[in-house]
């Protein structure tokens, strides 16, 4: 069963960082792909940052050069560290990861952002 673990939400002013960590079941190099996704009330659940099948990176337009998607293989953690954060980044995050055919979604994470 795996299982994805999100944590390090909460309520931070604009301007400020947060970090988010997903720990994952097993060996997270097991996945053939990995990423944060966010979702805010009202609106679809977006990708954020994440690992392709090919071993690159991809950003969402609205948070390069702020947020920085990080993997430690040995602790099967997935972090994403943002920074200058904004309001339009309030949103509930989750952490997600492919495998063969099987996707898989962490419970999410609240990111609230005041102005």
């Known amino acids: 069963q795996v299982q994805l673990v999100e944590s390090g939400g909460g309520l931070v002013q604009a301007g400020g960082s947060l970090r988010l960590s997903c720990s994952a079941s097993?060996?997270?190099?097991?996945?053939?792909?990995m990423g944060w996704y966010r979702q805010a009330p009202g609106r679809q659940r977006e990708l954020v940052a994440g690992?392709?099948?090919?071993?690159?990176?991809r950003y969402a337009d609205s948070v390069k050069g702020r947020f920085t998607i990080s993997r430690d293989n040995a602790r099967n953690t997935v972090d994403l560290q943002m920074n200058s954060l904004k309001p339009e980044d309030t949103a509930v995050y989750y952490c997600n990861a492919v495998r063969l055919r099987d996707e898989y979604w962490g419970q999410g994470t609240q990111v609230t952002v005041s102005a």
């Open positions: 097993g060996t997270i190099l097991d996945y053939n792909s």
């Open positions: 690992f392709t099948r090919g071993g690159g990176i």
